[in-house]
């Protein structure tokens, strides 16, 4: 069964710090990677997108992909309140179309 | 673009009757998935397209469920008969090409009672 693994927090980030949220996966054939956010009662939004090792910088989040470890990971800077939510890890199976996501880690950002 | 549109937003139904929910993907995306959210079970892949063609409906719970997708621009997921448990919030969501992200509809919040 291939999965996606995350804590399910809560996880409490002091406004202005740096909030890191991780995530693995057991499916070493999973090219692609992406991190949504959702927020209460509304939809998942894509904010991050990764496919290859290495760090993906867009603004205050940059996305970590280590392939040989099967662990993903986001930080977001300067964390705002505005960043509270949950947060969806997801991969993407190379021989399939389909994403499969992890159940999510809830992020608090404390003013 | 319009983005992904799903109705209806809320679906109050009694146990036993037929459920269908609607989505228009966004244009010129070939790929159309149905999930379902729940609090116990996270988000679930319950069917996925390619080019109106049904590609992988292992995630359909039982035959109680089952999706059409008649052309490029509409997608129905059907539940016959209902039950309590059946329970959730469905979103669809459509994608340009197989390793794009997808963009979600706002999703149906069905409650079986």
């Known amino acids: 069964q291939k999965e996606v693994e995350q804590n399910s927090g809560p996880l409490s980030v002091p406004e202005g710090a740096i909030a890191s949220l991780n995530c693995t996966y057991s499916?070493?054939?999973?090219?692609?990677f992406f991190w949504y956010r959702q927020y209460s009662g509304k939809s998942p939004e894509l904010i991050m997108s990764?496919?290859?090792?290495g760090d993906k910088e867009d603004g205050r989040f940059t996305a970590q992909l280590n392939k040989a470890s099967q662990y993903v990971s986001l930080l977001i800077r300067d964390s705002q309140p505005s960043d509270s939510a949950t947060y969806l890890c997801?991969?993407?199976?190379?021989?399939?179309?389909?994403?499969?996501f992890g159940s999510g880690t809830r992020l608090s950002i404390r003013p | 673009d319009a983005g992904v549109i799903q109705s209806p937003r809320h679906e109050v139904t009694e146990m036993g009757q037929e459920v269908t929910l609607r989505c228009k993907p966004i244009?010129?995306?070939?790929?159309l998935f149905w999930y379902r959210q729940t609090m116990m079970r996270g988000l679930e892949l319950l069917i996925y397209?390619?080019?109106?063609?049904?590609?992988?409906d292992s995630g359909m719970p039982e035959d109680r469920f089952s999706a059409k997708m008649p052309n490029a621009s509409f997608s129905t997921l059907k539940i016959q008969p209902s039950e309590p448990r059946d329970s959730a919030v469905y979103f669809c969501?459509?994608?340009?090409?197989?390793?794009?992200?997808?963009?979600f509809g706002s999703g149906t919040r069905l409650t079986v009672v």
């Open positions: 969501a459509s994608s340009r090409e197989r390793d794009y992200g997808y963009t």
């Open positions: 990764i496919y290859s090792n």
């Open positions: 397209f390619n080019n109106n063609v049904p590609i992988d």
């Open positions: 499916d070493r054939g999973s090219q692609s």
């Open positions: 244009s010129g995306h070939d790929y």
């Open positions: 997801a991969g993407q199976y190379s021989s399939a179309s389909k994403i499969i």
